[in-house]
């Protein structure tokens, strides 16, 4: 009766949402998403700084820093073994060198296993599609629990 393709939000289903980011500037997010997966139990303590690593790297070959408030921090790593996915918030906004040079408040990460070449590019033109509607941007902006997150998802109408 449940159908995955046919939910429209299903592509939230393990992701992490963090409602809050603490950082100030680029480098304190992608510390602060390593944390997430360190927390929740994805990656050892250990091993932090490897995905930390991985998402500085991939940043530093180009700035995921998108448009709209957007940015979608991603890295390949061989620290996790499935894809993982977080939606963190930083409604003041902070600066990530953006395409369009405003400062980024939705940040749409993702760390995959080097192994898997497609899953992380299926999930973010999933929710980059649905955050190219400004009213679904508002809608998570607002957003303080998972549940509103996923509401902020969900077609309206």
């Given amino acids: 009766m449940n159908e995955p393709q046919k939910d429209p939000v299903s592509f939230l289903s393990d ?3 963090v409602p809050a980011l603490a950082a100030k500037d680029k480098q304190g997010v ?4 390593a944390d997430v997966v ?9 091993r932090r700084d490897e995905v930390l690593a991985a998402l500085v790297d ?5 700035s995921t820093g998108m448009q709209y408030g957007v940015a979608i921090p991603h890295a390949k790593t061989e620290v996790v073994d499935r894809l993982v996915t977080m939606i963190a918030l930083a409604p003041s906004g902070i600066p990530f060198d953006s395409l369009d040079g405003e400062p ?3 940040f749409i990460a993702t760390l ?3 192994s898997d070449a497609n ?3 299926r999930f973010l033109a999933v929710v980059t599609r649905q955050l190219a509607n400004r009213r679904v941007r508002d809608r998570v902006l607002a957003a303080t629990t998972r549940e509103e997150l996923v509401a902020a998802f969900e077609p309206q109408g």
């Fill in 38 to 46: 360190v927390a929740r139990g994805i990656v050892a303590q250990d």
């Fill in 119 to 121: 899953s992380h590019i």
């Fill in 112 to 114: 995959s296993p080097p």
């Fill in 104 to 106: 980024a408040q939705i």
């Fill in 58 to 62: 991939r940043e530093e070959k180009m």
């Fill in 15 to 17: 992701t992490f949402f």
């Fill in 30 to 33: 992608l510390a602060e998403l």
